[in-house]
C-alpha cells in the first residue's frame, strides 16, 4: 500500500454517499452506475465500448489480482467512465500481466475508488434500478462539496438521453482481411475485438462506421451484414436502424446485442429499458430450436419487448432462463437473426461460438 493515498467518493442520485480509497486517476467521472457479476474478465470489461457513459463496478470482491494484460483487450483501451471495486490487488501475480490495474487507469485517466461495500450498492441497484452517479478521486483536503455534487449527479442526462455510439465507433472504412471467400460487412456501433476475431476466421471483413448508408454497404458486395453490440438506448441509433431497414431482404443480416435490439426496432418491434439489465458471464440462455440451455456473457441494460416480435414478423428463438427476456430471434422468411448476448464470450464461456458458424452457413446458403 503506498503512504500517499488519494481519497475518493461515490454518490449516488438518490444521496446515497460512500467514501473509500482513491486508485487510477484523480478526477471526476459521471455516469449510470451498473454492476458486473464475473468472477474474471475486469480487463475484457474495461476495454469493452458498451460500456461507454457507464461507471462499472465489480461483485466479485477482488480485483485487479492477475494484472492487465493487453491480448485481453476489446478496443484500443478502457471505455468505462470509472470503476468500483471492493478491494483493489496491487502487485498481480501472473506471468502474463504486463501492468498493475492502478497503472491501467491511470494510463487513460479513469478514476477508481475501492474499500466500498460493493454488496450493499448491488443490492440497492437491483432494488431501485441502475442510478445516475459521480465518482471523483482527489488528494489531500480537498474535499469535494457533498451537496453541491449530489446536485450535479441528479442533473446529469440519464443514459436514454445520451448519444454514445458516435463516440466508440471507427471514423471510416477499415479492410481486415481474413480466411475464406466470405466478405463481411461489419457495422460498428462500438464492436468488441473477440468478435472480429472470431469472424476471421472464416470473412474478409469491412469495419464500417454505425452511420454508413445502405447503398455504400451494399457498393461492396457484401456476403452478409453484421451490427455489432454498443453501449446506450438503441432507439437513439437511428441512422442504424435505418440503414437495418434498408439492408433487410437484400442481405442475410445478423446482429449482436445492440445490433440485436437495432435489427429488432428496424423490423417494427420495441426495446424497454431493463431495471438494472445484465452484466456478466453466467447468464443461462434456452435456446427453442435445440432444448439446449446454455451460459452466455452479456452486457446489456436494454432488451426487446417480447409482445412486439409478432408484427416485426420475427420469431422467438431463445430466452433468459433468469427474466425470460428475449435473448435470440429470427426473421420467419428472410435470412436474418440475432442475439441478445454475447457469442464471442471474452471473456468466456464459450458454449455459443456456433452464432458464427451459423452466419457463415447462412451466407454460403444465400450466396
Not at 501492468?99 to 432494488?127: A, C, N
Not at 441502475?130 to 449530489?150: A, F
Request: with cysteine; proline share 5%; glycine share 10%.
Amino acid at each position: 500500500m503506498s503512504h500517499n493515498k488519494k481519497k475518493a467518493l461515490l454518490v449516488l442520485e438518490d444521496g446515497t454517499v460512500v467514501h473509500g480509497e482513491g486508485f487510477g486517476a484523480l478526477g471526476e467521472a459521471m455516469g449510470e452506475l451498473v454492476f458486473n457479476t464475473g468472477m474474471t474478465g475486469y480487463v475484457e470489461a474495461l476495454t469493452d465500448p458498451s460500456y461507454a457513459g457507464q461507471i462499472l463496478m465489480m461483485t466479485y470482491p477482488l480485483i485487479g489480482n492477475y494484472g492487465v494484460c493487453s491480448e485481453d483487450y476489446e478496443s484500443d483501451g478502457i471505455k468505462v467512465e470509472g470503476f468500483v471495486v471492493r478491494e483493489l490487488c496491487e502487485t498481480p501475480s501472473n506471468w502474463r500481466s504486463e501492468k498493475s490495474l492502478p497503472e491501467f487507469l491511470e494510463e487513460y485517466g479513469i478514476p477508481g475508488i475501492q474499500g466500498v461495500d460493493t454488496r450493499m450498492l448491488t443490492r440497492k441497484i437491483r432494488i431501485y434500478g441502475t442510478m445516475k452517479s459521480t465518482l471523483i478521486v482527489y488528494e489531500g483536503n480537498d474535499e469535494p462539496d457533498i451537496d453541491e455534487v449530489i446536485e450535479r449527479t441528479k442533473a446529469q442526462p440519464a443514459i436514454t438521453e445520451l448519444d454514445l455510439v458516435n463516440k466508440v465507433s471507427v471514423s471510416k472504412p477499415t479492410f481486415i482481411e481474413g480466411g475464406g471467400d466470405l466478405n463481411v460487412v461489419l457495422i460498428d456501433c462500438g464492436v468488441k475485438w473477440s468478435i472480429i476475431r472470431l469472424l476471421r476466421e472464416n470473412a474478409n471483413i469491412t469495419l464500417v462506421p454505425y452511420n454508413t448508408p445502405a447503398k455504400n454497404i451494399l457498393e461492396y458486395a457484401p456476403d452478409g451484414v453484421l451490427i455489432s453490440n454498443g453501449p446506450g438506448d438503441p432507439i437513439r441509433v437511428k441512422e442504424t436502424i435505418n440503414t437495418a431497414k434498408e439492408l433487410v431482404g437484400k442481405v442475410p443480416l445478423f446482429g449482436i446485442c445492440l445490433g440485436h435490439q437495432i435489427i429488432s426496432l428496424a423490423l417494427g418491434a420495441k426495446t424497454f429499458k431493463l431495471k438494472f439489465g445484465h452484466r456478466g458471464a453466467n447468464q443461462p440462455v434456452k435456446d427453442f430450436e435445440t432444448g439446449r440451455v446454455f451460459i452466455s456473457t452479456q452486457n446489456h441494460g436494454f432488451a426487446v419487448t417480447k409482445e412486439s416480435l409478432k408484427d416485426a414478423g420475427l420469431i422467438l428463438t431463445q430466452i433468459n432462463l433468469n427474466d425470460h427476456t428475449v435473448e435470440g430471434v429470427k426473421h420467419k422468411e428472410l435470412p436474418i437473426k440475432s442475439v441478445q448476448y454475447h457469442p464471442e464470450g471474452g471473456p468466456g464461456p464459450h458454449d455459443t461460438y456456433f452464432f458464427f458458424d451459423d452466419f457463415v452457413k447462412t451466407m454460403k446458403e444465400y450466396r
